[in-house]
């Protein structure tokens, strides 16, 4: 069985394509106001957007919006993992949103341009699944692209800091950080503990384990002083930091500490979760006859910024017990 200590959730950005509404074509009308405006490059391109803009979409769900919280970039809308609500952020933060939260899959343009943004901020991979769509709506108001899934995650926050003139902030916060994982290194002191951090997806017949600091609660791990295991370079990694293991292959989960990454409102998953967990050579992992797993919420705790302190919290519930 599977130790059920929850103390974490990660933010996991659905994928859905943009949807141009009938009426809008290359040659429409911008809804935004004219104004002051300066040209900007971004990750597709380059756009023309206001000096100050105030009616802000953004579309990349709950981890792009939390980034843009908490450099202090206030926007009227925005696309989420769920339709019934944001999952990982402040309410407060959103109480002012002038639409419901909305999926990328379920999304309507039309209504997003009713609102009269006069600048849209879409990640990449949103971007990459229609871009003929994206650059039609970019006909009728600015819309500007971030490289979310930067493996440097400090070029992709000053990227979209630079949009916004907040590149100051965004220092304060990287220095922030530094501190934070420097003071939670040495509260913790695992230097040298083998941690092995995985997810098992509904229906899998593989395990996928994170390996590479490509994927953040890795990153933040390898900063306190863990080894993951298993070894990175022992496997095909992809662009997210994970390989997939076979249901024959899990004795190379060795690590003395398990961090398994999951979600509890995907039912599928959970049995999924059940069956694996069940096998005699899952019994047999060093971290399970230890008792020492740790089962985190994967949706939960957003952005490169806020997410990296909630999960150094985490980690203190996890290595600090």
């Known amino acids: 069985m599977v130790n059920r200590r929850r103390v974490l ?3 996991g950005a659905g994928v859905g394509s ?3 509404p009938r009426h809008v074509s290359a040659q429409g009308t911008p809804v935004s106001s004219p104004g002051e405006s300066r040209t900007v490059e971004h990750a597709r391109g380059d756009a023309v957007i206001p000096v100050d803009p105030q009616r802000i979409v953004a579309l990349g769900d709950e981890f792009l919006l939390a980034d843009m919280l908490a450099l202090g970039i206030q926007p009227i809308a925005s696309s989420a993992t769920y339709a019934d609500g944001f999952i990982g952020i402040d309410p407060a933060d959103v109480d002012g949103f002038e639409m419901e939260p909305f999926t990328l899959f379920d999304m309507d343009m039309e209504a997003i341009l009713l609102l009269q943004p006069d600048l849209i901020v879409v990640a990449e991979y949103v971007y990459d699944m229609n871009p003929d769509t994206a650059n039609a709506v970019a006909q009728i108001v600015p819309v500007v692209v971030v490289e979310t899934l930067n493996p440097d995650w400090q070029a992709y926050i000053l990227q979209l800091a630079s ?3 907040k590149e100051d902030e965004a220092q304060t916060q990287f220095e922030a950080l530094s501190e934070a994982v420097e003071a939670a290194a040495a509260e913790l002191q695992i230097e040298g503990t083998t941690v092995s951090v995985m997810t098992i997806y509904p ?3 593989t395990v996928a384990v994170w390996v590479s600091a490509d994927f953040m609660p890795v990153d933040i791990l390898q900063q306190l002083g863990a080894i993951i295991r298993p070894d990175a370079t022992e496997y095909d990694v992809d662009g997210a ?6 249901l024959e292959q899990l004795s190379v989960i060795d690590g003395e500490v398990m961090i398994m990454l999951q979600s509890s409102a995907a039912a599928e998953e959970q049995r999924t979760v059940e069956e694996i967990t069940g096998s005699p050579l899952w019994q047999g992992l060093p971290a399970v006859e230890a008792d020492q797993i740790y089962v985190l919420e ?10 990296r302190l909630q999960i150094l919290d985490a980690y203190r519930d996890v290595f600090g017990s």
């Open 203 to 205: 229906g899998a017949q």
């Open 163 to 165: 949009i916004f003139g």
């Open 241 to 246: 930091g994970r390989a997939q293991i076979s």
């Open 298 to 307: 994967r949706v939960g705790y957003p952005g490169e910024l806020s997410g």
């Open 18 to 20: 943009v949807l141009l």
């Open 9 to 11: 959730g990660l933010a």
